[in-house]
């Protein structure tokens, strides 16, 4: 049937907080009716254009790309006739949400080139038929609602008095009813308001639905003509975006040679740094590499990296590259990695082969510190035209979702904080199903209003596009004007970013770079320089170093870059790392799929002995040796391909692809039938083709990148011997640099363990950071919770002008928060003046408000300054017990002594670093809990792994199913708990199997 329509106003929820429907959603509709062709004008950006692009293209609709503005003459709808047009769609969407203001006619003029605009307001009609002739049309609606008649017969009689083609505009929101509850609730988010509160004029019309060719034919019999235009302006619009093809920007090199020959020459520079003796084999691996990249077309991508990088190291800026781009010869040379390709046996084609056309990625670890440094240097080496940070996109997730409709519903802040702190992390599913399962959801009102409509209406939004932030390290630089492709948006934090995330950025062929302030690798160069200091030496790193492999083999990594958490903790402990290789074995292995899968159990049990070395085909076991058998990396499906099936590098690589990517049912079968083809004519039985094809497809998804495992593995092992052999110094730089899988105390703790001893913020000697002298850590200032930025700066200046002499002189100079002076009496920032802590709190509730508002040129009594107040009563200092209840309020940590030092052991408590040698027996221990992680169970119970630390040490508590079900509300209560069960050793993982616990006052 010939279509009589075109569906060219339809909103998704790109729209953000208005639209309801997804992409596929509205597409799957489409087909339906029957459309091939759709326009998708999402309010004021272009959001979703992309990946609607993409999705159109492969259900062979035809997408028109365009965007609906409220501008200076009234709102219009924006659609792009060719890449001009959308390149002006760019513009004209950047003006309203860079500049946030509404499009000027001017603008409109300027920007009119290749766009069709279909006008939805009755002003500046002559001078718009001037600016846009025959691509103006006016658009009308099909709603039965009276006003919405009348002002489309009115437009009819001006289509016809300025000669302006009318065509239907109705806007599309909605598929179902639901949609529209979706919808009101997204609106009311969006307007800070309630639901019962939002004004008509907020929300879309209730008729705004997706209507089949034949239901338009029918709403449209005023206006037949009208319904036809669609199909013209259709017909004009038909952008084709450059998906699949590399638009990166000409590296302009200073020896007017080409850029191959360029780079040819500074990677043979590097290649003789790089190797006391180049073999055949690292001259051959150098050609073949160059060759590829060169035929790829990556030549200026190279180039431009290195020169990043290279920058770094001039400034003096801690760079690392990472990910596959570590399995380059080139990247090594160029002093991009640090990892050696050829003697970790990495695998060139993961990251690039003849067959790949989508950039490849080489992301950049930076000192998070300097990382603005960086940024500058490409924005003005390329051009502030030409560069913009990557958006990212921020979805509602289970939590958050329900927390933003609970406010529509007029819920209080702490009745929303009740509920919502007890959710489990992830998918919110069905929540009277995770009533059942989770001890600590057990009381939660999910069949009662307004927590039943709530979180049906949390469900159905839950991975909806929210906003947009800056992508944590993503960069894109443009061969033009970035206008030309990407459309840009302001951040909140006042950097303007794309309005396409980092997959679409790609999609468009553009350079995209990972820049990633890292706060880890800033930890290991502190703790160099606070070594530095310490020695007056260097460090210098001893890859085989038997203090550090002590370290590894026990487990004790908490603060360690990638391997502190629990998990990897206890394989480490199984594992027992004899080299730096096995850190990148463990990397590897620690992955949630490795996990599940069993891959992880089959390998310890090997390594253990306790299972024989098997391979799936004797052709694997070059490839499979030094994983025992098991396919962990990914490397290792290319290269199983390869030895089995004859595959390519570059075919292996398109299978790991099609499996890993989730590609179409149609490329992988194809792939299957190829692979077994290919094996059976090199001998290999069909069957056990067909098996090895099976558990290639089953752990290529699990895999994980060697290249990337082993960069990380390298500054793990760094991490590792500075705590070794620095471990205050260390420990002191992972507290400065914020960063971690714990919360601060437990670095602070472990500090403490390793013979160091902790000291409260001292304003005798101010400092936003910690800092270590004869091994004792004062904690910085930045650590008190509600200390504003302005008075931490006002302390420093200060106190550099003079020390301060009394609590009075400190309030007269800084002018600090009463609140703030208080948290600072409380922490003993002031001991060093002699008075005792309930003094000075006296003193500063006495005179504190009036010395703080005094203009700083006035003279005060001197009957206000401490040291002159006779009268100041000597109140007894703190207690221990005080002193710890203010630095937990003020700082979240425990710096006079551990907490479990206060508890009085009785019945025959144990010590944690006692544990080893009561394995079988009944014990009792206190510890405050660092981690909790719930795990299902092989039939599906519920059960949860607890981290612990006393004074003395950290360990692990199980909680098997019952004891959760029993147990399981009073872990989120309090910290402190007081654990009875039995002590458990498997493979040299200690851990405590607990039958009771209560928690502690």
């Known amino acids: 049937m010939a279509m009589s329509y075109a569906p060219l106003r339809c909103h998704s929820n790109f729209s953000f907080l208005h639209g309801p429907v997804s992409l596929n959603r509205l597409l799957d509709l489409a087909e339906r009716h029957n459309y091939r062709t759709v326009g998708l004008t999402d309010i004021d950006g272009l959001y979703g254009a992309v990946e609607f692009y993409k999705l159109a293209i492969s259900r062979g609709i035809r997408p028109i790309l365009g965007c609906e503005l409220e501008t200076e003459i009234g709102r219009c709808v924006f659609l792009a006739k060719n890449m001009t047009g959308y390149g002006n769609l760019c513009r004209l969407s950047t003006i309203r949400t860079v500049h946030r203001r509404q499009p000027s006619l001017d603008e409109i003029t300027d920007h009119s080139r290749g766009i069709t605009l279909i006008y939805l307001d009755k002003k500046n009609l002559r001078r718009l038929k001037e600016i846009f002739d025959d691509d103006l049309y006016l658009g009308i609606e099909t709603f039965t609602d009276l006003q919405t008649r009348l002002a489309s017969r009115e437009k009819i009689r001006l289509s016809k008095e300025y000669s302006i083609k009318p065509v239907i505009a109705d806007p599309v929101y909605f598929i179902d009813n639901d949609d529209i509850v979706i919808h009101r609730a997204l609106s009311a988010i969006k307007n800070l308001t309630t639901i019962d509160n939002l004004g008509r004029s907020k929300l879309a019309n209730p008729q705004a639905f997706i209507y089949s060719s034949n239901e338009m034919k029918k709403r449209c019999r005023e206006y037949p003509l009208a319904l036809e235009t669609t199909l013209e302006i259709a017909e004009k619009c038909d952008v084709a975006l450059p998906i699949g093809r590399l638009n990166f920007p000409e590296y302009i090199n200073s020896a007017r040679i080409s850029n191959y020959q360029f780079l040819r020459g500074k990677a043979e520079v590097g290649l003789k740094n790089r190797y006391r003796k180049l073999s055949g084999e690292i001259y051959s691996r150098f050609e073949s590499e160059l060759a590829i990249i060169n035929q790829t077309g990556f030549v200026d991508y190279f180039l431009i990296v290195s020169e990043i990088v290279e920058y770094c190291k001039q400034e003096s800026i801690p760079v690392v590259g990472r990910g596959s781009a570590a399995s380059s010869i080139i990247s090594y040379a160029l002093g991009i990695t640090e990892i050696d390709p050829i003697?970790?046996?990495?695998?060139?084609?993961?990251?690039?082969?003849?067959?790949?056309?989508?950039?490849?990625?080489?992301?950049?670890?930076?000192?998070?510190?300097?990382?603005?440094?960086?940024?500058?240097?490409?924005?003005?080496?390329?051009?502030?035209?030409?560069?913009?940070?990557?958006?990212?996109?921020?979805?509602?997730?289970?939590?958050?979702?329900?927390?933003?409709?609970?406010?529509?519903?007029?819920?209080?802040?702490?009745?929303?904080?009740?509920?919502?702190?007890?959710?489990?992390?992830?998918?919110?599913?069905?929540?009277?199903?995770?009533?059942?399962?989770?001890?600590?959801?057990?009381?939660?009102?999910?069949?009662?209003?307004?927590?039943?409509?709530?979180?049906?209406?949390?469900?159905?939004?839950?991975?909806?596009p929210r906003h947009l932030s800056i992508h944590c390290g993503g960069i894109v630089i443009s061969p033009g004007k970035l206008l030309d492709m990407v459309p840009l948006q302001m951040s909140a934090k006042g950097i303007a970013i794309t309005q396409y995330d980092m997959r679409s950025i790609a999609d468009l062929g553009l350079v995209k770079i990972d820049l990633l302030g890292q706060r880890g690798l800033s930890t290991i160069v502190d703790g160099q320089q606070y070594a530095l200091k310490k020695t007056g030496s260097p460090v210098k790193y001893d890859y085989n170093d038997e203090q550090t492999l002590k370290l590894l083999r026990a487990g004790r990594t908490i603060g360690v870059f990638q391997i502190e958490s629990p998990g990897l903790r206890s394989l480490l402990i199984e594992m027992q790392p004899q080299n730096i290789d096995d850190i990148t074995l463990a990397l590897a292995l620690i992955r949630p799929g490795a996990s599940e899968s069993g891959m992880k159990k089959l390998f310890l049990q090997r390594l253990a002995g306790e299972k024989p070395v098997e391979y799936p085909h004797p052709s694997l076991q070059p490839v499979l040796s030094e994983t025992m058998g098991n396919i962990i990396y990914q490397e290792q499906v290319l290269r199983s391909a390869e030895a089995l099936a004859g595959f390519t590098p570059e075919q292996a690589d398109l299978l790991r692809r099609s499996i890993t990517k989730a590609r179409d049912k149609k490329e992988f079968q194809a792939f299957a039938r190829k692979f077994v083809a290919q094996s059976t004519d090199r001998g290999v039985p069909k069957a056990k083709a067909r098996q090895v094809f099976q558990l290639l497809s089953q752990f290529a998804g699990y895999g994980f990148c060697k290249a990337?495992?082993?960069?990380?593995?390298?500054?793990?092992?760094?991490?590792?011997?500075?705590?070794?052999?620095?471990?205050?110094?260390?420990?002191?730089?992972?507290?400065?640099?914020?960063?971690?899988?714990?919360?601060?105390?437990?670095?602070?703790?472990?500090?403490?363990?390793?013979?160091?001893?902790?000291?409260?913020?001292?304003?005798?000697?101010?400092?936003?950071?910690?800092?270590?002298?004869?091994?004792?850590?004062?904690?910085?200032?930045?650590?008190?919770?509600?200390?504003?930025?302005?008075?931490?700066?006002?302390?420093?200046?200060?106190?550099?002008?003079?020390?301060?002499?009394?609590?009075?002189?400190?309030?007269?100079?800084?002018?600090?928060?009463?609140?703030?002076?208080?948290?600072?009496?409380?922490?003993?920032?002031?001991?060093?003046?002699?008075?005792?802590r309930p003094s000075l709190l006296w003193y500063l509730k006495l005179y504190g408000d009036k010395i703080i508002r005094s203009d700083p040129g006035t003279l005060l009594p001197e009957s206000l300054l401490p040291s002159e107040i006779s009268f100041t009563p000597k109140l007894p200092d703190y207690d221990i017990d005080e002193k710890l209840a203010a630095e937990q309020e003020i700082l979240e940590m425990a710096v006079s002594c551990h907490p479990t030092e206060r508890l009085i052991s009785n019945n025959g408590h144990v010590k944690a670093d006692e544990l080893d040698g009561l394995q079988g027996k009944q014990i009792k221990i206190f510890g405050q809990v660092i981690d909790r992680k719930r795990i299902k169970t092989g039939d599906g119970k519920l059960m949860v792994f607890l981290t612990m630390e006393d004074a003395f040490d950290y360990f692990e508590v199980t909680l098997f199913p019952e004891v959760y079900r029993k147990f399981g509300q009073r872990i989120f209560k309090k910290p402190l708990l007081d654990i009875s069960g039995k002590v458990d050793n498997q493979h040299g993982v200690i851990s405590i199997i607990a039958d009771n616990l209560e928690t502690c006052i």
Not at 734 to 748: E, S
């Open 708 to 836: 990337h495992a082993a960069t990380y593995a390298l500054l793990s092992y760094r991490g590792c011997y500075l705590k070794a052999h620095f471990p205050i110094e260390y420990m002191a730089a992972m507290l400065n640099n914020f960063c971690g899988y714990y919360r601060p105390y437990v670095y602070a703790d472990e500090a403490r363990r390793f013979g160091a001893k902790l000291a409260p913020p001292n304003l005798d000697r101010p400092n936003k950071l910690c800092y270590v002298e004869d091994n004792v850590i004062t904690i910085g200032l930045a650590f008190v919770k509600n200390l504003s930025e302005t008075t931490m700066d006002n302390i420093i200046r200060e106190h550099q002008i003079s020390r301060f002499s009394s609590l009075g002189d400190f309030l007269i100079r800084v002018k600090p928060g009463k609140t703030e002076a208080e948290s600072l009496v409380r922490l003993g920032a002031f001991d060093f003046l002699g008075g005792t």
């Open 343 to 464: 003697s970790q046996d990495l695998y060139f084609a993961r990251f690039l082969n003849e067959a790949r056309t989508d950039p490849p990625d080489i992301d950049l670890d930076l000192c998070w510190r300097r990382r603005d440094e960086v940024l500058e240097f490409v924005y003005e080496r390329y051009g502030r035209d030409r560069v913009a940070m990557i958006c990212t996109l921020n979805t509602f997730a289970a939590r958050g979702g329900f927390r933003e409709i609970a406010k529509t519903f007029g819920l209080s802040g702490d009745e929303i904080s009740d509920f919502t702190k007890r959710l489990p992390w992830g998918h919110l599913g069905d929540l009277k199903r995770t009533r059942e399962r989770y001890p600590e959801c057990r009381d939660l009102p999910v069949d009662t209003e307004p927590y039943r409509t709530i979180i049906d209406l949390a469900y159905k939004i839950e991975g909806y």
